[in-house]
């Protein structure tokens, strides 16, 4: 099946510092979704990007839809302590019924020790 | 954003005995809502798509007649896990499309299910 490669898997930051994620895919998507899952509940989403090499920013958080389509990333500039958890990308596909996204495995952020 | 509620947040059950989830879209209408099962430490896995008014898909591996979707209206939507077993212990989260221009999906907090 059709899968995003979400990388890193894992970071840990420390406060104030900045960080980048990306998921790359083999197919091309026409919507790109990020998402923060904190322990226990449901994914809240971030930002979502609908045009190839749109760039949209939410607070300290940017995210672009990579020209070819097949890749997307997000940044979190001057991160802070409630950053931390898991976020996911999910693509959405050309052609494809309304609805299922595609999600990568997620990037866990933890605050370094 | 859109605001989707779950209910119930946490649900502790014997074995054998049936749990019904609900999932509501509270300010827009959802023709489509999914229902996905996530692991500790996993990504979500996508168990079924529900559609207003017809019967829901489900995916491959997923047993229909043990996870009973029912979209009733364009804002509700109901998983039943029949006749739990402890394997059954999992995460049960919904999502509601929300179509219109710009297309997007928001999720529900999740409904914690542990069977004894």
């Known amino acids: 099946g059709q899968q995003l490669n979400q990388s890193p898997q894992s970071m840990f930051i420390q406060e104030g510092e900045d960080v980048s994620m990306n998921c790359t895919s083999s197919?091309?998507?026409?919507?790109w979704l990020w998402y923060k899952q904190d322990p226990g509940e449901g994914p809240v989403l971030l930002i979502a990007l609908y045009k190839a090499g749109e760039l949209t920013s939410n607070g300290r958080l940017t995210a672009q839809f990579g020209i070819t389509r097949k890749d997307s990333f997000l940044n979190i500039s001057a991160s802070i302590p409630s950053d931390v958890g898991i976020y996911f990308c999910?693509?959405?596909?050309?052609?494809?019924?309304?609805?299922?996204?595609?999600f990568g495995k997620g990037t866990k952020l933890s605050v370094k020790p | 954003g859109a605001v989707v509620s779950q209910h119930p947040s946490r649900v502790i059950c014997k074995s054998g005995t049936s749990v019904k989830i609900e999932c509501r879209s509270l300010?827009?209408?959802?023709?489509?809502m999914f229902w996905y099962r996530q692991f500790p430490k996993q990504s979500l896995m996508l168990m079924a798509t529900s559609n207003e008014g017809s019967k829901a898909t489900y995916e491959q591996g997923v047993e229909k007649d043990k996870f009973l979707i029912n979209h009733a209206s364009l804002t509700l939507s109901t998983l039943t896990v029949t006749s739990a077993h402890p394997e059954d212990s999992s995460f049960y989260i919904c999502?509601?499309?929300?179509?219109?221009?710009?297309?997007?999906?928001?999720f529900g907090p999740g409904t914690r299910l542990t069977v004894l």
């Open positions: 999502s509601a499309f929300k179509g219109g221009g710009r297309v997007t999906q928001y």
């Open positions: 197919s091309i998507f026409n919507t």
């Open positions: 300010d827009f209408q959802a023709t489509t």
């Open positions: 999910a693509g959405r596909q050309y052609g494809g019924s309304q609805g299922n996204l595609i």
